[in-house]
Each structure stands twice: as C-alpha cells, then as structure tokens.
C-alpha cells in the first residue's frame, strides 16, 4: 500500500497568519491527491482534489500544490474557521490511503 | 439535497455481526462508487471497503477482507457493510461516501458517520 506522511503532526498558529501543511507519499500517485477538513464530530470536507483544483465553494485562501510524492496545502490568511484537522489522502491506488492528520491550533 | 445517511450502528460483542446501512438521496446513486471509511475517535481516517457502480467489483482493506462484505441495491439507493467476526479494533465510527467523477475520485460527499463499539 501506498504510504502517507503529513507534517507537521500539530500547527500552532494565529488569526490572519499563512500556513502550510506538507504530504509525501511513498511513491508516485501523480496528481491524484485530495485534502480534507475535518472538525470535532463531524465528517471529513473535501477541499482540494486532483492536487491543486478547488473544490465547489471552498474559499480561495485554501490551495494545494505538488505531484509526484511531494504535495502542499496553503492556507494564505488563517480565519478563525480554519481551526480543524487536515487530512492528505491518495486516490491512485485501490487502496486509498490517508495521511495521519494535522490539526491546526489556536496559538 | 445531496445526502448519505448512515445507520445500524451500536453496541456488540467480539465475535458478533452487525449490518451498516447508507441511505443516498439527491444524486444518481447507480452511476458513483461508493466506499467505507473508519475513524476510531481520536484517530486518523482508513479506507475500509469499495463498490463500483453496478456492483460487480468490490475491494477491501487487508484488516477487514474475509470478515466485512459490501454489497449495493441501486433500486433502493442503498450502500450496506456486512461485519462478521468483529474484534476490539473494528471499534470506530464508520462513513459512508461518494467518489465523485468531477474530481476523479475524490470523496465529495460524505455521511454523518454511525458508531460502532466492541464490547464485552
């Protein structure tokens, strides 16, 4: 199975500040790499998918870049929102693996 | 609106069996394959179970294969998971979830989750 590793585990940051959230898989998925938000009891939001497209009614200060094995999601201006777990996932394989998650936090 | 309800969670022993069910409204279900997702509180998501569209093709991760099956009724818009032999460690909360052709796979749409625990 394909394996993914996010970093960093936890992100402290404030209100307003850039973030950015690292995924690496342990092989070449190509661009088929989503990213999810997920709060406290709730289900997983897609917000990126094929690596770098915006899903429907996603703000525009979430981007992703990268392919390959090296994938990145930017957050340009935290909003108080923002505060949540992340989750990379590959979807080129049968088995689509996650990452183990970021949570951003309030600094 | 576009929705998955999940149901048939609960309590059970090791050993024992329970039946998930997935209620789709909104979509064309019979043209989307459809997956089982676990997340032990607290814990990270894993991919359990997938269906094509017609039903015809099934995958499963190597902790649950020979033990869960995943089945469809497209007629009643309707994904199940079938568990048998439950251990400690199926204990999580279980999503059912949409792959969307739109984004080439991607979960676009997602259920609430139900609750399954093992207990003695």
């Known amino acids: 199975d394909i394996q993914m590793t996010q970093s960093p585990s936890t992100l402290s940051a404030s209100v307003g500040d850039r973030v950015t959230i690292t995924c690496r898989a342990s092989?070449?998925?190509?661009?088929?790499l989503a990213w999810y938000q997920q709060k406290p009891g709730k289900a997983p939001k897609l917000l990126i998918y094929?690596?770098?497209s915006l899903q429907s009614g996603v703000p525009s200060r979430f981007s992703g870049s990268g392919s390959g094995t090296q994938f990145t999601l930017t957050i340009s201006s935290l909003q108080p929102d923002d505060f949540a777990t992340y989750y990379c996932?590959?979807?080129?394989?049968?088995?689509?693996?996650f990452g183990q998650g970021t949570k951003v936090e309030i600094k | 609106e576009v929705q998955l309800v999940e149901s048939g969670g609960g309590f059970v022993q090791p050993g024992g069996s329970l039946r998930l069910s997935c209620a789709a409204s909104?979509?064309?279900?019979?043209?989307?394959?459809m997956y089982w997702v676990r997340q032990v509180p607290g814990k990270g998501l894993v991919w359990v179970s997938r269906?094509?569209?017609?039903?015809?093709?099934?995958n499963y991760a190597d902790s649950v294969a020979g033990r869960f099956t995943i089945s469809r009724d497209n007629a009643r818009n309707t994904l199940s998971l079938q568990m048998n032999s439950l251990r400690a460690e199926d204990t999580a909360v279980y999503y059912c979830?949409?792959?969307?052709?739109?984004?080439?796979?991607?979960?676009?749409?997602w259920g609430q989750g139900t609750m399954v625990t093992l207990s003695a």
């Open positions: 979830t949409r792959a969307s052709g739109t984004t080439g796979g991607a979960f676009d749409i």
């Open positions: 909104g979509f064309t279900f019979s043209s989307y394959w």
């Open positions: 269906i094509n569209d017609d039903g015809s093709t099934t």
């Open positions: 092989q070449s998925v190509s661009t088929w």
């Open positions: 094929k690596a770098s």
């Open positions: 996932q590959q979807y080129n394989s049968d088995s689509r693996t």
